[in-house]
């Protein structure tokens, strides 16, 4: 029993020694910097999608003709020089429509709805494409992109600026105050951001002026993109 009492006792004092040195060692100093970093760099390639919505009494029906129309559509933007591989469909539904009275609900027929979803590599013919496919019978326009297609090369490099921009403020620093710069601890980003270049303005109207005697498109340019990002660095101060 003595023994495993001065075994206990051995292994309290150790551990008070070590605790007591680890009270001892000094803190750590730091400097926490911010690098951000921008870039401003042309589009190569716009998305684009378009819905035609067809009704008829009978489900088959309102499927013809939206596959009809449809097709028409599809043909119209591939004679713009779109390939079929930048071609996609991204929703279709059918469903039966009613009109909803305070005692029943009055069947009207069936809705179709289909969404096509495009790539238009040549900027210049944004336009073309636009005007062909409403032409063909497009009723929908959605949100009109402007983006890279390969963005990786783009945010690498902007964060390598940015990393820069955080060493030569810590740098910055250290000279003023007096200080050695240690190795980085901790290094966090954020995500890049600004990239995509929205068109958001409605384009009904352009539906609507090929109903009025074809008066002149909306101008839609793609722009400059800017890419954004930034990086927390904190650095160990070291004395001189």
Same mark, same amino acid.
């Given at each position: 029993?003595?023994?495993?009492? %001065? ?6 004092? !150790? /551990? ?6 680890e ?7 730091? $400097?926490?910097? /911010?690098? +951000?970093?921008? =870039?401003t ?7 684009? #999608? @378009?819905?035609?919505?067809?009704n008829?009494r009978?489900?088959?029906?309102a499927?013809m003709?939206?596959v009809?129309l449809?097709?028409r ?5 591939k004679?713009?020089? &779109?390939?079929? *591989?930048?071609?996609? +469909?991204?929703?279709?539904? =059918? ?5 909803? !009275?305070?005692?029943r609900?009055? @069947?009207?027929?069936?809705? &179709?709805?289909? /969404?096509? @979803?495009? %790539? ?8 073309? &494409?636009?005007?062909? %496919? ?5 009723l929908?326009?959605g949100?009109?992109t402007? +983006?890279?297609?390969? #963005?990786k090369?783009?945010?690498?490099? &902007?964060? *390598?600026?940015?990393l ?12 003023i ?7 980085? =601890? ?21 539906v ?7 008066a ?17 660095? +904190?650095?160990?101060? $070291?004395?001189l």
């Amino acid at each position: 029993m003595k023994r495993l009492y %001065a075994i206990i006792s051995v292994l309290l004092l !150790t /551990t008070g020694l070590m605790y007591a040195e680890e009270s001892q060692k000094p803190e750590r100093r730091t $400097l926490a910097v /911010t690098g +951000t970093a921008d =870039i401003t760099v042309s589009p190569d390639i716009c998305y684009i #999608s @378009f819905a035609v919505e067809t009704n008829n009494r009978k489900a088959g029906d309102a499927y013809m003709e939206n596959v009809e129309l449809m097709n028409r559509i599809n043909a119209a933007i591939k004679a713009q020089g &779109v390939e079929a *591989k930048d071609m996609q +469909t991204t929703n279709f539904s =059918i469903s039966p429509q009613y009109q909803y !009275t305070e005692k029943r609900r009055i @069947f009207q027929g069936y809705r &179709v709805y289909n /969404t096509l @979803f495009i %790539a238009v590599r040549n900027l210049s013919k944004v336009p073309d &494409v636009l005007d062909a %496919a409403i032409e063909a019978g497009a009723l929908d326009v959605g949100g009109i992109t402007f +983006t890279v297609e390969d #963005s990786k090369r783009y945010t690498e490099d &902007v964060r *390598k600026q940015a990393l820069r921009d955080a060493r030569k403020k810590a740098e910055e620093s250290a000279q003023i105050l007096g200080f050695k710069l240690g190795i980085p =601890i901790t290094v966090s980003e954020s995500e890049p951001y600004g990239y995509d270049q929205y068109y958001n303005k409605s384009l009904s109207g352009m539906v609507a002026r090929e109903e009025a005697d074809m008066a002149p498109a909306p101008s839609i340019e793609a722009g400059q993109l800017k890419l954004s990002r930034t990086v927390y660095v +904190t650095y160990e101060i $070291l004395p001189l």
